[in-house]
């Protein structure tokens, strides 16, 4: 059995408005996991994803990361859980690839020798060294993407959480990015991502939670509940409906 490394117990979120946004949701990862958080529009994906790093909070139910209550350990939280937020590439503010992907580290105050290395391996590991005088605006989408995954990896979180990361990518973008989320899988990251279409990455997932209207609908392999996504509103892939069942997207 592989060690916990996130355990959610009987989470409930309610907006400032009453509306009820996540249900009593009890589950726990663990490390190493690939995990697809699926479910349409608005079923809760990404209040769930923004309780694993305490940018929101339970008003009730609790989660703990590597054995640490969330809402009582933030910095130790949000250095364990990296976040890589849905569009996360408008959000660009470094001159170059190498400023925006040495920025959180900055914050931190980390000696400059330390960012310098840092920096530089994460950029050859994603291949963007090649890139690092570059102005982000003039990267492709894919490699901005990377550059925002960049900006999370420097700072070694051992959860990486994805919000939508294929959203608004062409083909040659969707294959960066899948390459280098199936890469940190493999190099023991435990990956998870919320996604209202599957397809891309189903077949790489461990496991995928459904989840609509708040609640934790299905929890399980994929190969096993590939056949019940669309009653979620969540597409099923393509070579499921040819009877061919989970297919790598990436050849
Ligand atoms: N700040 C907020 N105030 C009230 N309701 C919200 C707020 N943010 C999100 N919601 C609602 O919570 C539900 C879940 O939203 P969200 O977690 O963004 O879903 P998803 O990421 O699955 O599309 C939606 O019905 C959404 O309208
Ligand atoms: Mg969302």
Known sequence: MQKLIIDINALCHTFSDGYLGIKNVSLSISKGEFVILAGKNGSGKTTFLRHLNGLLLPDSGVIFVNGHDVSKHLIQTRKTVGMVFQD?????????????AAFGLENLKVKRSKINEKVTQVLEDLNLFHLKNRSPSTLSGGEKRKLAIAGI??????????????????YPGTIQVLSTIINLNRSGHTIIIATHDVETIISEATRIIIMEEGL?????????????????????PCSSKLGLGLQPWLT
């Open 216 to 236: 934790v609908k299905e929890d399980g392999k994929p190969d096993s509940l590939i056949k019940y996504l669309e009653s979620y509103g969540i597409k099923e």
């Open 88 to 100: 996360a590439d408008t959000q660009i503010v470094g001159d170059t690839v190498f400023d925006e």
């Open 153 to 170: 990896l420097v700072m070694n979180p051992e959860v990486i959480v994805f919000d939508e990361p294929f959203s608004n990518l062409d």
